[in-house]
């Protein structure tokens, strides 16, 4: 394809300006105006054909194959992606030169090596670059681009990282292995075991061995010639620097949660806990396995069950071998009774009195659920560490440095929540040449980006009403790139600022949703861009304000590129509960507004904080097929981001906490108003559905106000929120034995009485992340309040994400069934 900014993209997303960004708090003022946009096709479509449920839910394959983990060549004039075989779950990869003109050519098995890594690393003056692959390390000469194999045997290596000596240093399990690339001497680091530290020979207790070693002169030798023996080993491993470090015991029953090596290899920072215990009746039994019989399969434990277990941060000295454990004490608001609100009211309800105290709470690592980085950080000097901790409540996230001198924790920075800390926005890191942390932070009601030195106040480098994300920060500290929505809540597009502050540059304006990869000479972009009509595709621009985008893959089949689909159109729905906009995809027939009145489905899209009402494509592809046959069918439909979804900022965010279900099902409302008001529909013709948190919602939409919908679709959905997982649920509603009010309000189980319009359930047994119990004890609850209007369907085979083709057929036959009878 020719070098071209594919301006029809750009020139059809002008109208963008008319919508300024949402309502934020403290410092991100805003307003908007409910202008409607869309996209058009890039396509030429054949409007004779018409979609059918049977290709719609054939395997995806027919769509096309779209490029995978695309990364760079170490010399930035290649690209490489992966892209599914045909008919097979097998990935092949691909290399891609800028200059070429197509798709790129396979790399053969034997070559495969020499893809290198997106998560590839470099020494300090980027001469040397170093990846693993399929379990070995291999190291590149940048200037020659010569790759040398460093290992090659049946362990796994992983995690190389260049030490300031010039050595690489990598992992297998909880060993640190440092290779010289001069020599080829490998020497073991650091090693961490969870046992109790080993012990020199000792009596044993007792009268009659006492007696033994005072009467029997040969029992006493030997235990002589054992202590001698344990002394003389320890003595050798302290005097003799040519015998192997000693290992770190941390403790018997414990497990290691995080740990990360100083560049000048001189300490160690390690997080551990005490291990778990798997309960033996967390199963799932899977009635369909290849050898006939029941398998009782084991799964995570509900939040009901799980009590996290707080973590201690060690500093370990690998010039004597010393370990430390760091205080939390520092830290603000470590012992605040976070939750006391929350206890009290529970307490109330119950008859009794809550009584605040302070109280140490429970803190470990932070895990953003989006990030490869880690929580623990150092600076490339190896003078400097930070960590990132989260408060195990869910309310606190700090970021704090670590005085080695003196084994202490340093706070730099702490971002509370009344709700619940973010799991995503939580990047940070050093900048390279100086003292100063950069981070995200929520603090001001969106996603920006901070700059702080370690002895001074932070700087703010974004702001508006707006999500920064991904940022990548350049080696010379010239510049940080990032991800945002500046210009609407569903464009995304790359930017760059200095690290020092000033005007934010847009580097892209394609016009739809841009992730981006920066090359590894720092002046080029991979970009994987897509919109509602256009599934991801590889670009590369240079990494330079209003550079053109040339685009690198065509992966499509030809019989996608021929369909007649509607791209939906991005409105914002008003809110009669706030001053924000619900922002919507809504999908209308050409001729809308003619004739009768219409039907009209909504659809509720899982996962509860995910964006679906943006401009990219949708991971829900075949949710858009389904919404593109109805509307060739008169139907209207409607795709609501209701509150607690991703991309508008943390008041929506956590609009739902402590009570799920409640906002989401105004915000439903608001959009069956619109519909009824602006797109010529029949308020007693509307359905709705949705899977996981979309199936949750249908329950909470047909038993709370039963009068809005005529029908309903759950799938895969969450009945009791108790019986979910931990990481997930205790952000929102906290956990059932400190908040058991947050639950009742916020589980349909409680609420099936008010089931009075036709509602289809379709449930996968094997489903590992909503499990199948929560459809059963739904059930039994609907048949003991002897409610006639439901059916269920049960889907063998299938997990939360299901797998055949016949499945899904099956699925959305009955939801298509269930509203061309009610609607």
């Known amino acids: 394809m020719p070098n071209i900014r594919y301006s029809v993209l750009a020139v059809a997303l002008c109208s963008l300006a008319l919508i300024s960004p949402l309502q934020a708090k403290k410092s991100e003022p805003q307003s908007y105006q409910t202008t409607t946009i869309s996209v058009p096709s890039v396509y030429t479509a054949d409007p004779s054909i018409k979609l059918t449920l049977e290709q719609i839910m054939a395997d ?12 760079w060549n170490y010399d930035s004039q290649q690209v490489y992606y992966q892209r599914k075989q045909q008919g097979s779950e097998l990935r092949d990869w691909f290399a ?18 020499q893809a290198g890594s ?18 070995d390390i291999y190291v590149r000469d940048m200037a020659s681009g010569k790759l040398t194999q460093l290992t090659r045997d049946n362990a796994t290596q992983y995690a190389p990282e260049f030490l300031l000596d010039g050595r690489l240093t990598y992992r297998e399990g909880w060993n640190w292995y440092a290779e010289n690339l001069t020599s080829g001497q490998r020497i073991e680091l650091v090693s961490l075991k969870t046992e109790d530290q080993p012990k020199g020979p000792t009596k044993p207790k007792g009268y009659l061995a006492q007696e033994q070693h005072k009467l029997i002169e040969f029992v006493a030798l030997q235990q002589k010639n054992a202590e001698q023996r344990f002394a003389a080993k320890q003595q050798l491993q302290q005097q003799n620097s040519n015998i192997a470090a000693a290992a770190f015991y941390l403790g018997k029953g414990m497990q290691v949660v995080g740990a990360s090596l100083s560049p000048k ?3 160690m920072l390690v997080s551990v806990r005490k291990a778990g215990k798997r309960n033996e009746k967390d199963i799932m039994p899977n009635y369909i396995t290849s050898n ?46 976070v939750l006391a609100e929350v206890k009290a009211e529970n307490a109330k309800a119950k008859g009794e009195k809550y009584k605040s105290e302070k109280v140490i709470r429970d803190i470990g690592l932070m895990d953003d659920w989006y990030w490869s980085q880690g929580a623990i950080r150092w600076h490339a000097s190896g003078q400097q560490v930070a960590l990132m901790l989260k408060a195990l409540d869910n309310k606190d996230r700090w970021i704090a440095t670590v005085d080695i001198k003196n084994k202490t924790l340093v706070p730099q920075h702490r971002l509370h929540d009344t709700a619940w800390v973010n799991y995503s926005f939580n990047d940070f890191g050093w900048l390279n040449n100086s003292d100063s942390l950069y981070y995200l932070s929520e603090e001001s009601g969106y996603s920006h980006l901070y700059v702080k030195p370690l002895k001074g106040k932070a700087k703010k480098l974004t702001q508006g009403t707006f ?11 010239a510049y940080i790139y990032f991800k945002a929505n500046k210009t609407h809540p569903g464009n995304y597009e790359v930017y760059r600022v200095a690290s020092t502050g000033g005007d934010v540059e847009q580097l892209t304006n394609l016009g739809g949703s841009t992730s981006f990869t920066l090359s590894p000479d720092e002046q080029k972009l991979l970009l994987q861009f897509s919109t509602n009509l256009l599934p991801p595709e590889l670009y590369v621009a240079d990494a330079t304000p209003n550079a053109a985008a040339k685009r690198l893959t065509d992966t499509m089949s030809e019989q996608f590129k021929k369909l007649p689909l509607v791209a939906p159109q991005v409105v914002a729905v008003p809110s009669s509960h706030g001053k924000q906009p619900v922002f919507s995809k809504v999908y209308l027939p050409a001729d809308y507004k003619a004739g009768d009145k219409r039907r009209a489905v909504v659809f509720n899209h899982g996962a509860g904080y995910l964006q679906n009402s943006d401009l990219g494509w949708s991971g829900y592809f075949r949710e858009f097929l389904f919404h593109n046959l109805l509307v060739q069918q008169g139907y209207v439909v409607l795709d609501m981001d209701y509150r607690a979804s991703a991309g508008y900022g943390r008041d929506w965010r956590t609009a739902i906490y402590r009570r799920m279900g409640t906002p989401e099902i105004e915000d439903l409302a608001d959009g069956v108003n619109w519909l009824v008001d602006n797109a010529n529909v029949d308020r007693k013709r509307i359905g709705t559905y949705g899977g996981s948190y979309g199936g ?6 047909l038993f709370t106000q039963p009068d809005l919908f005529q029908a309903g679709a759950a799938l895969r959905p969450v009945s009791d929120w108790a019986y979910y997982n931990h990481g997930y649920t205790s952000n929102i509603l906290n956990s059932p034995a400190i908040d058991p009010i947050a639950y009742e309000r916020s589980s349909p189980i409680y609420f099936s009485q008010g089931l009075k319009k036709p509602l289809l359930i379709n449930a996968p047994m094997v489903d590992n992340n909503v499990f199948f119990q929560d459809v059963v004890r739904l059930v039994q609850r609907l048949i003991e309040q002897e409610n006639n209007n439901f059916e269920t369907a ?28 009610n609607l």
């Open 60 to 71: 995806p394959d027919w769509l096309g194959r779209e490029p995978e983990s695309a990364h």
């Open 696 to 701: 949750f919602m249908t329950f909470m939409a």
């Open 292 to 337: 006939g019989d029941i398998a009782a399969e084991a799964v995570r434990a509900r939040v009901n069950d799980v009590t996290p277990e707080p973590q201690r941060i060690m500093l370990l000295s690998l010039l004597d071998g010393s370990s430390t454990e760091l205080s939390y004490t520092s830290l603000p608001g470590y012992n605040e009774d």
């Open 96 to 113: 891609r030169p800028l200059a070429a003109n197509d798709n790129g050519s396979a790399v053969t098995l034997a070559q495969q090596h």
């Open 467 to 477: 999500e920064v994300s991904e940022p990548i920060l350049t080696s010379n500290d």
């Open 794 to 821: 049960i889907y063998p085979v299938e997990a939360h994400g299901f797998r055949q083709p016949s499945s899904w057929l099956d699925e959305y036959r009955r939801i298509y069934k269930l509203f061309e009878q």
């Open 118 to 135: 997106a998560n590839a690393v470099y020494n300090a003056d980027r001469s040397l670059q170093a990846y693993a692959f399929e379990g």
């Open 265 to 267: 290899a001189d300490y």
